[in-house]
C-alpha cells in the first residue's frame, strides 16, 4: 500500500516565477491537507479539503497562493509569481474517516522549494 | 484558537537515560492531541494522539505521553532514549475530528552516547 507521494521532491525556481506542487494521497482517503515547514514560522496549516465539501483556506498567506482537489484524489498547491520567502518544505498530509484511523494524518516526504 | 507551546527547542540526553518533552496547549474548546517525530531529511510520523478516554496513551517507539486537562499539558516521556530517538519532536492540536493540525514550534531530542 503507497503512502502519500509528492512530487517533485525538490524544486528550485527563480523569483517570480509560477511553481505547481503535487500530492497525491493515500488511496480512500477523504480528507487532504497542505502545511509548510520553514525555519521562521515552523510548521503552518495551509488548506484543508473533505470530501466535497468547501475547502478551508484560512492558512493560506497570501492570494498567490490557491490549490486544487480533482476527483476527489489528487491536489495541486500552486504559487505564483514566487518570492524568497516562499522557500520552504510544502508538506502534504492525508487521512481517512474510517474507524480504525480516523484522526491520523499520513504525512508524505514533502517538496523542498527554494526560490532564488 | 488553539495554540500549542513546546518550552524547550532543544534537548540533550545521554543514551539509556529518561526524557520528557514537555507541550502545553490553549484552546476555549474540547481537542485531540498528537505527538509527531521527524527523522533527519524524512516526513512526519505519528508517535501517538490523545483523543479521548485514559489519559495515559502509549504510542510507538516506546514512548507514552499524559493527558493533564487542568494543566492543559500533554507531555511525552520516555524511560530509556536511544541514539535512534534523536529526531524532531512536534506536538500538535486538532479541534474536532480530522481538522487541521495546529503544531507547536518543535524539539529536537539530541540523544549522546
Known amino acids: ?116 | 484558537a488553539q495554540s500549542v507551546t513546546q518550552l524547550d527547542s532543544q534537548v540533550p540526553v545521554f543514551e539509556e537515560a529518561p526524557v520528557e518533552l514537555r507541550c502545553n496547549y490553549s484552546s476555549s474548546v474540547s481537542v485531540y492531541l498528537f505527538w509527531y517525530v521527524q527523522y533527519p531529511n524524512q516526513g512526519l510520523q505519528l508517535l501517538l494522539k490523545y483523543l479521548s478516554g485514559s489519559t495515559l496513551v502509549k504510542g510507538i517507539n516506546g514512548f507514552e505521553a499524559e493527558f493533564n486537562k487542568s494543566q492543559t499539558s500533554f507531555h511525552l516521556r520516555k524511560p530509556s532514549v536511544h541514539i535512534s530517538d534523536t529526531a524532531e519532536y512536534f506536538c500538535a492540536v486538532s479541534k474536532y475530528n480530522t481538522d487541521k493540525l495546529i503544531f507547536g514550534t518543535g524539539t529536537r531530542l539530541q540523544v549522546f552516547p
Do not use: M
Not at chain 1, 484524489?73 to 505564483?80: A, D, E, N
Open chain 1, 1 to 116: 500500500g503507497a503512502g502519500v507521494s509528492q512530487s517533485p521532491s525538490n524544486k528550485v525556481t527563480e523569483k517570480g516565477k509560477d511553481v505547481e506542487l503535487r500530492c497525491d494521497p493515500i488511496s480512500g482517503h477523504t480528507a487532504l491537507y497542505w502545511y509548510r515547514q520553514s525555519l521562521g514560522q515552523g510548521l503552518e496549516f495551509l488548506i484543508y479539503f473533505q470530501g466535497n465539501s468547501a475547502p478551508d483556506k484560512s492558512g493560506l498567506p497570501s492570494d498567490r497562493f490557491s490549490a486544487e482537489r480533482t476527483g476527489g484524489s489528487v491536489s495541486t498547491l500552486t504559487i505564483q509569481r514566487t518570492q524568497q520567502e516562499d522557500s520552504a518544505v510544502y508538506l502534504c498530509a492525508s487521512s481517512s474517516s474510517g474507524a480504525i484511523s480516523k484522526n491520523i494524518q499520513y504525512f508524505g516526504a514533502g517538496t523542498r522549494l527554494s526560490v532564488l
